[in-house]
Each structure stands twice: as C-alpha cells, then as structure tokens.
C-alpha cells in the first residue's frame, strides 16, 4: 500500500466549478503538507504548503488538512481553464533531508 | 530570487549510450538537491537526493548515478542507458533543516532512448 494515495482522475468540470481534489496518507509522521500543479510537459509548480490542520487561503485555491483522518484536500473556486493540469499532492517528515512523498497526482480538465 | 536552470530540454539517445544531465540553481546557498524521474502519466520517482558537496543519497538501485561538484550544481549520469531510462527527469531543491520542506522543480529534461 502507497504512503500518500490520489485519486488519479480524470476530473473534468464546466468553467466556474467549484473543484475538490484530494489525497489520503497513511503515516502519521508526516507533517507538513503541500500541492504543487503540472502543465503537461513542464516541471511541477508549487501552489500552497502547510504544516497545520484545518484551512489556508490563497486566492481561489484552498488547502485543507485534517491529521486526525489523514486527509488533505486542495479546493478551486471558479475554475478556469487556465486550471486545467495535473494536481500532486506531497508531504514531508520533519527531518534534514526535506525528501516528500508524492501522491500519483490528478488531472483536471475544466471546460470552457 | 532562485532559479533552478536544466539543460537540455529534450535529448534522444541510443541504447548503451552515455547520459549526462545538468541541473544548476541560482539566488541560494547549501540547498537540498534532488533528481526525480517521472514516466509518461505517472508520479515522481524520487532517484537521487544530497544534502551537501560530495553527499549524494540512492533511493533506487539502477545504472544512473549522482554527482554534486559544487554547491549549486547536480548532475546525473549514466555510462551505457538502457530502454527503461527513457522518461522526464526533473530537478528540484529545497532549504535545509527545518526552514521549510516545499521543493522548486527545473523545467525538466524529456529523455527518449531508442
């Protein structure tokens, strides 16, 4: 069994949908929490992190973690086309090496 | 601010060839590196990380190999590449100790060995 798991899609909404994206983990010594997003043939882009349970804002993004249910999700207001990627969601120990765990990721597509 | 710099961006190679891949980053000092692989539709393979000049970590056993010769500078290496190396090989780098475990990943290298 993986350590972090992912729904791997494919999700495809109509523009201005609301998105959920989520990953589960199974090693509670992770800590620190983070989505990055991947545009087909370009390196991942980091989107948010957080090391503490309940939510962070940026924008129209939303990043949430529960650590008591091992859960972690990413939420997209008004999605836009231009959101249209794949989501990896990542989570590191706190240890010297700063190595993650990443999730297989999820694509998106949002229709115009 | 940093910059993480890969080269090339794409590279066909033959089977039994050597591979040498560059990745350098600009705007910090003593980063965490690291070289992951990741095949068409897949998650990120973690192949190499280094905390330091000279330190250099193996999460997969194969026939790459890691060399980090300056602070700033990872290359990845192979001496003969095989058909299974082909995929997209990116770079990434993180602070050290507990300042933060977000990684920046370079544009990628796309690698098909034929």
């Known amino acids: 069994q993986k350590e972090v798991e992912q729904d791997p899609g494919p999700l495809s909404v109509p523009e201005g949908a609301i998105v959920s994206l989520n990953c589960t983990y199974s090693n509670s010594a992770f800590q620190y929490f983070m989505w990055y997003r991947q545009y087909s043939r370009k390196g991942p882009e980091l989107l948010m992190y957080t090391y503490s349970s309940g939510n962070k804002e940026d924008g129209r993004f939303t990043a949430q973690v529960d650590k008591s249910s091992k859960y972690i999700s990413l939420f997209i207001r008004d999605s836009q086309p231009s959101d249209s990627a794949t989501y990896l969601c990542a989570m590191s120990r706190f240890t010297n090496a700063g190595k993650s765990t990443f999730g297989d990721g999820t694509t998106l597509t949002v229709k115009p | 601010s940093q910059t993480i710099h890969q080269w090339p961006a794409t590279l066909v190679q033959p089977v039994g060839s050597p591979l040498s891949l560059e990745c350098t980053v600009e705007g910090t000092s003593n980063p965490n590196l690291y070289w992951y692989r990741q095949a068409a539709g897949r998650g990120l393979q973690l192949l190499f990380y280094?905390?330091?000049?000279?330190?250099i970590s193996s999460e997969v056993p194969q026939n790459l190999s890691a060399s980090r010769p300056q602070d700033r500078q990872f290359i990845l290496s192979s001496k003969k590449l095989l058909l299974s190396d082909s995929g997209f090989y990116l770079c990434a780098w993180s602070r050290t100790g507990t300042s933060g475990y977000e990684q920046y990943f370079g544009p990628g290298t796309r690698l098909t060995v034929t």
């Open positions: 280094s905390v330091g000049i000279g330190q």
